[in-house]
């Protein structure tokens, strides 16, 4: 909980010092000041004896022509009370960025002109790509602006774990339970 804090904390400073900042050179220039506003919120999109996953978003709007939202995802492992990336779920040799992909270009060709036409061919995963758990598998999604115009919203792809299952090596014990 300490760590959500002192980054919720720390988002609020830095827009309060940035509103602070840009204010009174606004005021020096005789131009009219926004406010300035800042939102958190937080999602719970698993819970296990073993694993929570969640979600912090963040959106700020500091003037322009509309706000921006941002995201952080944490998935801890309450075993071993360490953060998980992305690569931590996968045997070594498995090619899981290949097979997430792959399904992420599928979704996005369900609805293509929600995208920016070269993303369709080009999106991909990194090593340590933002991602979540739900009941179903893992959610991968991309920063505003990365593959789509704002009025997209934050992508997300939802990649069943049964496409997963031969390569996934974390965790095994709800891939058990939950098929």
Same mark, same amino acid.
């Given at each position: 909980?300490?760590?959500?804090?002192?980054?919720?904390?720390?988002?609020?400073?830095?827009?309060?010092?940035?509103?602070?900042?840009?204010?009174?050179?606004?005021?020096?220039?005789?131009?009219?000041?926004?406010?300035?506003?800042?939102?958190?919120r937080?999602?719970?999109?698993?819970?296990?004896?073993?694993?929570?996953?969640?979600? !912090?978003?963040?959106?700020c709007?500091?003037?322009?022509?509309?706000?921006?939202?941002?995201?952080?995802p944490?998935?801890?492992?309450?075993?071993?009370?360490?953060?998980?990336? !992305?690569n931590?779920?996968?045997?070594?040799?498995?090619?899981?960025?290949?097979?997430?992909?792959?399904?992420?270009?599928?979704q996005m060709?369900?609805?293509?002109?929600?995208?920016?036409?070269?993303? !369709?061919?080009?999106?991909?995963?990194?090593?340590?790509?933002?991602?979540?758990?739900?009941d179903?598998?893992?959610?991968?999604?991309?920063?505003?602006?990365?593959?789509?115009?704002?009025?997209?919203?934050?992508?997300?792809?939802?990649?069943?774990?049964?496409?997963?299952e031969?390569?996934?090596?974390?965790?095994?014990?709800?891939?058990?339970?939950?098929?």
């Amino acid at each position: 909980n300490s760590l959500f804090e002192e980054r919720i904390i720390e988002f609020a400073k830095d827009i309060e010092d940035s509103a602070k900042e840009d204010e009174e050179y606004f005021k020096k220039y005789d131009i009219p000041f926004r406010t300035y506003a800042a939102y958190t919120r937080f999602e719970v999109t698993y819970i296990d004896d073993e694993l929570i996953s969640l979600s !912090l978003t963040y959106y700020c709007y500091t003037g322009g022509a509309h706000g921006m939202t941002y995201r952080e995802p944490y998935n801890i492992d309450l075993r071993s009370e360490t953060l998980l990336e !992305l690569n931590d779920l996968f045997d070594a040799e498995g090619d899981y960025k290949s097979i997430i992909n792959k399904e992420i270009r599928r979704q996005m060709a369900e609805d293509p002109d929600r995208y920016f036409r070269d993303s !369709l061919s080009t999106a991909c995963i990194s090593d340590n790509h933002p991602f979540y758990f739900t009941d179903g598998g893992i959610v991968v999604y991309f920063d505003l602006y990365e593959i789509a115009p704002y009025a997209s919203g934050i992508p997300e792809f939802e990649i069943r774990f049964s496409l997963l299952e031969l390569i996934m090596r974390y965790p095994t014990e709800r891939d058990e339970k939950n098929g």
